[in-house]
Nanobody, 123 residues
Framework: QVQLVESGGGLVQAGGSLRVSCVAS????????KGWFRRAPGNEREFVAA????????SYADSVKGRFTISRDNAKNAVYLQMNSLKPEDTAVYYC????????????????WGQGTQVTVSS
């Protein structure tokens, strides 16, 4: 079992920046593919970004391309999402996801996810 713990959410004004982090409980999970998803009130969960186990491949939702950057530090069992130029429509609970397969992250079919961290962007 892998536990994922997110942190770094908060309240920020539109145009501002925020970085959310996720740490995995198991050392072996540091080499899993990782991703970020979000769910806004009344909406379904949506894909935000993904990164392969070694970090060579990344993928982003069109709505965040050019504004968000996913990165990872396997030595710290961590994955990050740097969010710049935030918009009110980015307001959501952000969830970290992990799976041995990068493809499963992209297919929203991952094995592990965290409890989420709230990001609120005010206008």
């Amino acid at each position: 079992q892998v536990q994922l713990v997110e942190s770094g959410g908060g309240l920020v004004q539109a145009g501002g920046s925020l970085r959310v982090s996720c740490v995995a409980s198991r050392r072996t999970a540091s080499y899993y593919a990782k991703g970020w998803f979000r769910r806004a009130p009344g909406n379904e969960r949506e894909f935000v970004a993904a990164i392969s186990s070694g970090g060579a491949s990344t993928s982003y939702a069109d709505s965040v391309k050019g504004r968000f950057t996913i990165s990872r530090d396997n030595a710290k069992n961590a994955v990050y999402l740097q969010m710049n130029s935030l918009k009110p429509e980015d307001t959501a609970v952000y969830y970290c996801a992990a799976d041995e397969s990068y493809g499963k992250i992209l297919q929203d079919d991952f094995a592990y996810w965290g409890q989420g961290t709230q990001v609120t962007v005010s206008s």
